[in-house]
């Protein structure tokens, strides 16, 4: 059973930091991109950062210079460190990674969620 699991959000007040952390469990074969996504309420779900399996990353606009995204492929992975919170960063954050789970088939992936954990950022 593959799950991916999400820890470390909470209230913070603006200015603060947040470290979140996904690891994913299960019978993996490999795992190419892991991601961060944030939605509120209402609004879409949008790509915050993004990690590839050689460590190339990209961030959204406004997050770049506060967040910092990284993996640790050994241990299957991801976090993503908040710095600089603003209110306007309050949403749920969800973790996704591409997973290849068929040994037959290594180079097709899908993809997978995280339950998500809320970020709330007060003023």
């Known amino acids: 059973q593959v799950q991916l699991v999400e820890s470390g959000g909470g209230l913070v007040q603006a200015g603060g930091s947040l470290r979140l952390s996904c690891a994913v469990s299960?019978?993996?074969?490999?795992?190419?991109?892991m991601s961060w996504y944030r939605q509120a309420p209402g609004f879409q779900r949008e790509l915050v950062a993004t990690i590839n399996s050689g460590g190339s990353t990209n961030y959204k606009d406004s997050v770049k210079g506060r967040f910092t995204i990284s993996r640790d492929n050994a241990k299957n992975e991801v976090t993503l460190q908040m710095n600089s919170l603003k209110p306007e960063d309050t949403n749920v954050y969800y973790c996704?990674?591409?997973?290849?789970?068929?040994?037959?088939?290594?180079?097709?992936?899908?993809?997978?969620w995280g339950q998500g954990t809320q970020v709330t950022v007060s003023s």
């Open positions: 299960g019978s993996i074969i490999s795992i190419n991109r």
């Open positions: 996704n990674a591409d997973l290849a789970l068929d040994s037959r088939s290594p180079q097709i992936f899908t993809r997978w």
